[in-house]
């Protein structure tokens, strides 16, 4: 079953905005991934996290690795309409383990 | 560069009946992955191909699905006979050389069981 719990769930924001969301586990990770999926489609990577207390930026975007490993967010600044989507946490726990996703975030975006 | 392709992108059967998926991974990545997506969740996989060898089948349930990657490229996921919870997306990904390679999603194909 699912280890990450995501939050929120759901999100209304202003374009504009800027959008925080988070993930956390009881469990140790070693990858922190973030995926974004838009409707009909599959899950494309937005940013990768290797290591304990990295920031990564990517455009807008900017996620973090918790120091604890058990954690990590992402914030998203002056959000756009497109982007709108559902935002997945995924990541792999110590050693050969699959790639585990959370529930996901659904973004809107009110022009 | 293409990316990875599935078909159908929609299928609708009855229940019973069977139904396979097809996967073509991206140019010369040799891992092979097989998703399944309930509505509201995110991916969970079923199964994991690196080359022809399925490494990883440990979450495939295997009374009514199986899966094949002859030759190292191709896949086809099959569900026989499919129950009406079997509707979800199955989405197919691919990486580069392992499991710890960036994985790449096909759109999936939606399946719907009457």
């Known amino acids: 079953g699912q280890q990450l719990n995501q939050s929120p769930q759901s999100m209304f924001i202003q374009e504009g905005e800027d959008v925080s969301m988070n993930c956390t586990s009881s469990s140790i990770f070693n990858t922190w991934l973030w995926y974004k999926q838009d409707p009909g489609e599959g899950p494309v990577l937005l940013i990768a996290l290797y290591k304990a207390g990295e920031l990564t930026s990517n455009g807008r975007l900017t996620a973090q690795f918790g120091i604890t490993r058990k954690d990590s967010f992402l914030n998203i600044s002056a959000s756009i309409p497109s982007d709108v989507g559902i935002y997945f946490c995924a990541g792999h726990l110590s050693g050969n383990t699959p790639l585990v996703f959370g529930k996901g975030t659904r973004l809107s975006v009110i022009a | 560069e293409a990316g990875v392709v599935q078909s159908p992108r929609y299928k609708i059967i009855e229940k019973k009946q069977p139904v396979a998926f097809w996967c073509n991974p991206i140019?010369?990545?040799?891992?092979l992955y097989w998703y399944l997506q309930n509505l509201g969740q995110g991916p969970e996989l079923l199964i994991r191909?690196?080359?022809?060898?399925?490494?990883?089948d440990s979450q495939l349930p295997k009374d009514r699905f199986s899966a094949e990657r002859l030759k190292g490229v191709d896949s086809t996921l099959k569900i026989q006979p499919a129950e009406l919870g079997d509707s979800a997306v199955y989405l197919c990904?691919?990486?580069?050389?392992?499991?710890?390679?960036?994985?790449?999603f096909g759109p999936g194909t939606r399946l719907t069981v009457l």
């Open positions: 140019s010369g990545h040799n891992t």
């Open positions: 191909y690196e080359n022809e060898e399925a490494v990883d």
């Open positions: 990904a691919s990486s580069r050389r392992d499991f710890t390679d960036t994985q790449y």
